[in-house]
């Protein structure tokens, strides 16, 4: 079974917290998905990197517990943004925008 893990992300999220999270639902569940909702407050490519690094440094574990991850956004705009970034970028397990 996946479990659902629902977290509040914009450029004010306390990264720690948001990694403890992360680990927390990776070593606890034997499947996860996670889902970002980014509605509320802006979301810049200076946040989506550090969020990047927390899976990078912890590769092995996502890519054996990790189902998917999704964004949910609102703004047009910051949807271009993050959608440019993930292009860019080299993801462990597949990351939907919604």
């Known amino acids: 079974m996946i479990?659902?893990?629902?977290?509040k992300v914009n450029d004010n999220s306390n990264i720690d917290e948001v990694k403890n999270?992360?680990?927390?639902?990776?070593?606890t569940y034997k499947r996860s998905r996670f889902i970002f909702d980014a509605t509320e407050?802006?979301?810049s490519i200076a946040s989506m990197k550090k969020?990047?690094?927390?899976?990078?440094?912890?590769?092995e574990?996502?890519?054996k517990k990790l189902?998917?991850?999704c964004i949910v956004l609102s703004s047009g705009i910051?949807?271009?943004i993050v959608s440019f970034f993930i292009g860019?970028?080299?993801?462990?397990?597949p990351v939907k925008i919604l």
Do not use: H
């Not at 479990?3 to 977290?7: F, G, R, T």
């Open 67 to 69: 189902e998917e991850t």
């Open 51 to 59: 969020l990047k690094v927390v899976f990078d440094e912890n590769k």
């Open 61 to 63: 574990l996502v890519e």
């Open 41 to 43: 407050g802006s979301v």
């Open 21 to 27: 999270k992360i680990l927390d639902s990776l070593n």
């Open 78 to 80: 910051t949807k271009k």
């Open 88 to 93: 860019s970028v080299k993801t462990i397990r």
């Open 3 to 7: 479990q659902d893990v629902y977290m």
